[in-house]
């Protein structure tokens, strides 16, 4: 991406950490917010907050993209600042 460039964004509802939590979808790129980190996930104990909603959101919304997308969170809590879905998949406990 270049400064000046325009992207076109899918927007991903993923309420769990908020109910009105969103991720940002553009084909090889999914910006993740406080929904999903490299090897974890966004609290859920906040107001509005609800675990069964942010897995379900994690694993009907981003985990079925493809495996090659590459993960951007919104912080970087894990062992690296990206990582992909297949990663996240195989490897993230949270998820399991």
Known sequence: ITAGQEVKLQV????GHSPGCIC????????????LFVGGVGRTDLPGGSWP?????????I?????????WPGHHYGPAPRST???ERETNDFLH
């Open 85 to 87: 879905v297949q990663r």
């Open 24 to 35: 940002l979808y553009t084909p090889g790129h999914v910006f993740t917010g406080d929904t």
């Open 53 to 61: 909603r942010m897995l379900g959101s994690i694993q009907e919304r």
């Open 63 to 71: 985990l079925t993209l493809p495996d090659d997308t590459i993960v």
């Open 12 to 15: 991903l509802h993923t309420p």
